[in-house]
Structure formats: C-alpha cells, structure tokens
C-alpha cells in the first residue's frame, strides 16, 4: 500500500475520478483539483469516497505539495497550472500511466488520427466473442483505472490518444496498432506534425522482443516511421496490396489473407461486416491482433462478419423522400473526412465545419470536386471551406445550428443524394461534443 503517499489529480471528468477511485484503492492520500465544475455524479461519488476535491479552481499549493500529478489528457501543457508544476520538478502522468502498475492484465492499445474507435470496438467484439476475459477502456467508455479498481481482467483493449502518450513514460504494449497518421490536433502541437508523429510512435517505447506491433503499410507517414526507428518488437504490417507477408495481412482477389507463423486466416471482403477501404484496414489490425490472441479462425470469421459499428461513423440515419442521410460526425480531421467522401457512391450535398485545428484541406479537393454537389457549413467561423472549396462548389451555404444545416441540405439534395455530415473539425464551437453534434443531427433529420 502507498500510505502518506500523496497523489493530485487535475480533471474531475472520467478518467480523473477513475484515478482518484483507484489510487484511494490503493492507500494513497488523494485529492482531486478542476478549473471548471465537476459534475454532479462524480461529486457525489469523491464525497461517498472521502476524497477531497475542489472545483473551479486550483490551488497551488496544495498541488505543489503532492508526490505526482496525474493529469487529464484535455489539459494542454502549457497551461499555467502545468508549467509551475513542471518547474517545481513534481511529476506528471496520464491515468493510463498510473492504472498500469496496478494490473497483470495482457494489454492490446491501439492509436491512430483515424479509425482507432472502430479498430478498438472491434478487437474488444473478437476477443469477448471468443471467451477471452476481457476489458474495454482508454480514450473510450469508463476510464482504465476505474476498471482496474473494480475488475480482474486478464486483457484490456486500450485505445490511446495522443494526449494520454504524452503522460505514458514506463507503460508498455504487449500488442501495439498504429491505424495511421495524419495531421491532426496540431495546435496542441505548436502546428509541427513531427512533434504529432512522435507523440502516436510512444506507444511503442518499452515493447520487447516478445512484444508486437501492428500497423498499416499503406500509410507514408507509419511506413516511413517503422523504417527509420530501430524497433524491437515483432512487425505485423497489413495492405490493401497483395504482397505475401511471413507476419501480418495483405488484399489479393477480394480477399483479405492474415498470416502468422505460416498459418492463414482468408476472408472474402463482402464477408466483413465492416464495408469500405478504411474498414479492410480496420478489419485486418483487428484480425491479426486476434490472430496473436489465439482466437479460433472459425470464431473470428464470425465476429468479423456481424460486428455493429459505432454511433457518429458512417452511421446511417434515415432515407427521406428518397435522399440518404449519414452521421459521421466522428470525423474530426480531414483525413476521417477523406474516408467518409471515398465511401459515399452518389451525388453528395456535405456538411462540414467546426473549430478549425489547423486543417489542410488540399486531399479533399479532388474527390469533392468528383462527389460534392453543395456544401452546407455547420461552425462559427466558415472562411477556411470557403476558400479552399469555393472555385469547386457552386453552393456553399453558412448555417450555426444542427436543425438549420440540416433543412438546407435537405433543399439543396435531389432523390438519391446522400446528405452526409463529415465535418473535418471539432464540435467545440456550437456543440458539447462530436456526440451531441451528431445527435443533434440525428434528431433534425428525424423532424423532416
């Protein structure tokens, strides 16, 4: 027990007071500190647990008198609380750091700008299907040590974002995905990729020999990344090009092919549940890392055939009067948004827009040049789609609020358009959050 020890942590959301749940589990003197409010959930849960708490504010010196931090992944680090705790020397980790040292449990983490929710989801529906004992957490659901704290499972699927591998120092991966890597939260980074790019490649540090990685080929960035960096673990690359590999996954003849240890696993692509380029990639991580688990080909053939995707990604709402609407309001960045403009096949009126994170929007042009008949913009502050798809689009119509873009897209499709909401950037402007950006949508679309 770590008695007289005392833990502070910063952020009274999910993955705070799951640290706090855990690290009073594990006898440490605990106390909990957020600029803004902590719901009221979770304040009655701190109180049920006798941990001390304050809200809307830090106090500094209480928190500078503290073993080590663990701080929520929202919070940047050049805030000025972090800074002084920086320069006190006092320090600081992400939940995900601190819940590791209390779990034996087989650790899968899968990162990426794209597609790691749907990868995450599931490896978690192929592992449980089989039987495994198994766990769900991370940058998802109930938070990782809150899980720790109150399950004993022997493996955990972990999607891990860039904010929580910056606090990751001693956490190791047995089965590291990397899905791909494209600019994305750049003004977390001071607008430099490479500082991003090393951010996503942390989650391979500590990984051994008997260790995995598992990543796309296809991706420039990742390829350029795995050549370059003396890694230790074993490499299981996959592609939608049919090169036979010794480890990992490749396409030939509509088929995907994993192999490991000279043993095949084949599927036909109209077999996956999961349809579209970005979900082949997403469906090979996700087998191989089965593969690795020792998931029988029959039940993985199985879960890959009738797994349900997530709420807000590619997610069919309702066809009205003949004009298909889809929900992708996961898509934060640009290149989310690449894959939802990919995946649609017919004339498209596209809603986009948000908090801009220093987007590049040039890989969009040529398929909204091909697909996009309107553009409707859903955000405070438009100018950037106008200038970069105005000579593209002939109509590109500002609206700031979910029920309004949604009645001008309406008027602006014909009978079989899809209206696709992608928006390539954050909610923060109008919304709480990409959920309730697409739920917000979901609901205008179903008072049409």
């Given at each position: 027990?770590h008695k ?7 952020g009274?959301g999910e ?10 589990q594990?006898?440490f003197d605990?106390f909990?500190s957020?600029?803004s409010g ?6 009655q849960?701190?109180?049920a ?7 809307n504010?830090h106090t500094l010196?209480?928190?500078l008198d503290?073993d ?14 972090i800074?002084k ?9 992400s939940e995900?750091e601190f ?5 034996q ?9 794209n597609?790691?929710t749907?990868?995450?989801l599931?490896?978690?529906?192929l592992?449980?299907?089989a ?5 769900l957490?991370?940058?998802?659901g109930q ?7 109150e399950?004993d499972?022997d ?8 904010f929580?591998?910056?606090g990751?120092?001693?956490f ?5 995905v990397i899905?791909n890597?494209?600019?994305d939260?750049?003004d ?6 490479e500082?991003?790019?090393n ?6 540090q500590?990984?051994?020999?008997h ?5 796309c080929a296809?991706?420039p960035?990742l390829a ?9 673990a074993?490499?299981f690359?996959y592609s939608?090009?049919?090169?036979p590999?010794?480890n990992g ?5 509509d088929?995907?092919k ?5 043993n095949q696993?084949?599927?036909?692509l ?6 579209g380029?970005h979900?082949?990639h997403?469906s090979?991580a996700?087998?191989?890392?089965a ?7 029959e039940?993985?053939?199985q ?5 349900q ?5 590619l997610?069919f ?5 003949g004009i ?8 934060t ?11 649609v096949d ?6 986009a827009g948000g908090?801009?994170k220093g987007?590049d929007?040039e890989?969009?042009k040529l398929?909204v040049?091909?697909k996009?008949?309107a553009?409707?913009c859903?955000g ?11 000579e ?6 500002n609206?700031?609020?979910a029920?309004d873009?949604?009645i001008?897209?309406?008027q602006?499709a014909?009978?079989?358009?899809i209206?696709l909401?992608?928006?390539a950037c954050?909610s923060?402007?109008l919304?709480e959050s990409y959920?309730?950006?697409g739920n ?5 679309v179903?008072r049409?």
């Amino acid at each position: 027990m770590h008695k007289n020890r005392k833990i502070s942590i910063l952020g009274g959301g999910e993955s705070g007071i799951g640290a706090a749940v855990l690290a009073r589990q594990q006898g440490f003197d605990v106390f909990v500190s957020d600029n803004s409010g902590i719901g009221e959930i979770y304040k009655q849960e701190l109180i049920a647990r006798k941990i001390d708490f304050e809200e809307n504010g830090h106090t500094l010196d209480i928190l500078l008198d503290t073993d080590e931090i663990i701080k929520s992944p929202g919070i940047p680090d050049h805030a000025p609380v972090i800074q002084k705790l920086t320069e006190k020397g006092i320090p600081i980790i992400s939940e995900i750091e601190f819940a590791s040292r209390f779990t034996q449990a087989k650790l899968i983490c899968i990162t990426g700008s794209n597609g790691k929710t749907t990868t995450t989801l599931l490896i978690f529906h192929l592992l449980k299907n089989a039987g495994l004992n198994v766990g769900l957490a991370g940058n998802i659901g109930q938070s990782f040590a809150r899980q720790v704290a109150e399950h004993d499972y022997d493996v955990f699927v972990l999607e891990i974002s860039s904010f929580q591998l910056d606090g990751m120092f001693k956490f190791k991966a047995d089965i590291a995905v990397i899905t791909n890597i494209t600019p994305d939260h750049l003004d977390r980074y001071a607008y430099q990729f490479e500082r991003y790019v090393n951010s996503k490649m942390r989650i391979l540090q500590n990984q051994t020999p008997h260790d995995a990685v598992i990543f796309c080929a296809d991706d420039p960035v990742l390829a350029r990344e795995m050549s370059l960096r003396p890694l230790v673990a074993q490499r299981f690359p996959y592609s939608l090009t049919p090169h036979p590999v010794i480890n990992g996954a490749y396409l030939e003849n509509d088929k995907i092919k994993i192999v490991h240890l000279n043993n095949q696993f084949t599927m036909t692509l109209e077999q996956l549940a999961l349809q579209g380029k970005h979900n082949i990639h997403n469906s090979m991580a996700a087998g191989i890392a089965a593969k690795l688990m020792d998931v029988r080909k029959e039940s993985l053939k199985q879960s890959l055939s009738d797994f349900q995707n997530i709420a807000h990604r590619l997610e069919f709402v309702s066809s009205v009067h003949g004009i298909s609407f889809i929900n992708d309001s996961k898509a934060t960045n640009v290149n989310s948004t690449w894959y939802a403009l990919e995946y649609v096949d017919k004339p498209t009126v596209w809603i986009a827009g948000g908090v801009d994170k220093g987007n590049d929007y040039e890989s969009l042009k040529l398929l909204v040049k091909e697909k996009v008949k309107a553009i409707v913009c859903l955000g405070l502050d438009n100018s950037r789609i106008h200038e970069a798809f105005g000579e593209l689009v002939p109509d590109i119509i500002n609206t700031e609020s979910a029920e309004d873009a949604v009645i001008e897209a309406y008027q602006l499709a014909s009978k079989g358009d899809i209206v696709l909401l992608s928006p390539a950037c954050s909610s923060f402007d109008l919304f709480e959050s990409y959920e309730d950006r697409g739920n917000q949508f979901k609901q205008a679309v179903n008072r049409l």
